[in-house]
C-alpha cells in the first residue's frame, strides 16, 4: 500500500480529525520525499548497526523522529524523541530484519 492510498484509508475511516490527518500526511509524505537524507542520517549515527539490519518497524520508527527533527520546527526534538520511544515500545519486536 502507497502512503498516499495509506492517508485516504485512515481518512475514510472517519476516526481522525483533519488536525490529525494533516500531520500524518506532512510526516509520510515528507519521510519519502527525504527518505535518502533520512536515511544517510540514521546510517552515520547506528553504530554497528545498518539499516538492512534494524527491524523494519524500528527502522520507520527512526525514520519519523528524524524527519520531525530537522524538519518539523513545531515538534521539540524531545517529543519527537519520546513518542520514537514510545511507538518502539509498544510495536517493536526483538528480531532484526530478514533481508
Known sequence: MTPEAAL???AAEGRYGEETLRFARQLAL???EHLAEI???IEHYARGWTLARMAHVDRNVLRLAVFEIVYVPDVP??????EAVDLAKKYSTASPAVS
Do not use: N, W
Not at 526534538?77 to 519520546?82: E, F, L, M, N, Q
Open 8 to 10: 485516504e484509508f485512515a
Open 30 to 32: 515528507g519521510c519519502v
Open 39 to 41: 536515511d544517510a542520517r
Open 77 to 82: 526534538s524531545s517529543v519527537a524523541v519520546d
